[in-house]
């Protein structure tokens, strides 16, 4: 069965501090993407970012970065130099080839202070 | 380009009653996808419609149902309301499949009393 689990259910840091969000996937299917998505206050999800299982490649854009190491069956996502407005809920979900299934962690409530 | 708009943004039923919630998915989306989010239980898959026909469906009774329409525009419907169906009901869009990433609505809350 596919399964997501983001362990850390609110991270609070204090503006500038760099944060790192957890996620391990678990799936028997060798084909697979995850996603991370961002729940601002506002309530729509916005995508951030999509890796395939095939991609290996750690990813920057900006103050974000994203480690996905198969090896460990972990997609883990940090913010460097947090501000406020990063404050929001982070999911990270997995998807299987075909079907417009995603399948969500529990999301990982962070709280950036000024 | 217009991204998903879901109509009504809220909603206000009684136990019993029946509702349907619409998404119009971004133009060119082939996929339309329904979630329910509920604080205890998180984000949940509903079901996913591709070119009219229904390609997967999560674990839900059959009083959830759907529909998409020969533009991509999709309808959802609870029938017999209950007081746990209170949620964020999403819609999200994508090109055709999983591989692709899937832009999400603004959401419409619906609450049961």
């Known amino acids: 069965a596919q399964k997501v689990t983001q362990a850390q259910t609110e991270i609070s840091v204090v503006e500038k501090e760099d944060v790192t969000l957890d996620c391990v996937y678990e799936?028997?299917?060798?084909?697979?993407?995850l996603f991370w998505y961002k729940q601002p206050p506002s309530g729509e999800l916005v995508f951030l970012i999509r890796?395939?299982?095939?991609?290996?490649q750690n990813e920057i854009s900006g103050r974000y970065s994203w480690n996905f190491q198969k090896s460990t069956s972990s997609f883990n996502f940090t913010i460097t130099a947090s501000q406020v407005v990063d404050s929001a809920v982070y999911f990270c979900?997995?998807?299987?080839?075909?079907?417009?299934?995603?399948?969500f962690g529990q999301g990982t409530e962070l709280s950036v202070k000024p | 380009k217009a991204g998903v708009t879901q109509t009504p943004r809220y909603l206000i039923k009684t136990r019993g009653q029946q509702v349907t919630l619409s998404c119009s998915p971004i133009?060119?989306?082939?996929?339309v996808s329904w979630y329910q989010q509920t604080p205890g239980q998180g984000l949940q898959f509903l079901f996913e419609?591709?070119?009219?026909?229904?390609?997967n469906k999560g674990n839900f009774p059959g009083r959830f149902s759907g529909r998409q329409f020969s533009n991509s525009r999709s309808e959802m419907n609870v029938s017999t309301l209950e007081l746990g169906d209170s949620a964020l009901y999403l819609c999200?869009?994508?090109?055709?499949?999983?591989?692709?990433?899937?832009?999400f609505g603004p959401g419409t809350r619906l609450t049961v009393l």
């Open positions: 999200a869009s994508s090109l055709t499949s999983g591989r692709f990433e899937q832009f």
């Open positions: 799936t028997r299917d060798t084909t697979y993407y």
């Open positions: 890796r395939n299982s095939f991609d290996e």
């Open positions: 979900a997995l998807s299987e080839e075909e079907g417009g299934k995603l399948i």
């Open positions: 133009s060119g989306h082939r996929s």
């Open positions: 419609y591709f070119s009219e026909t229904q390609r």
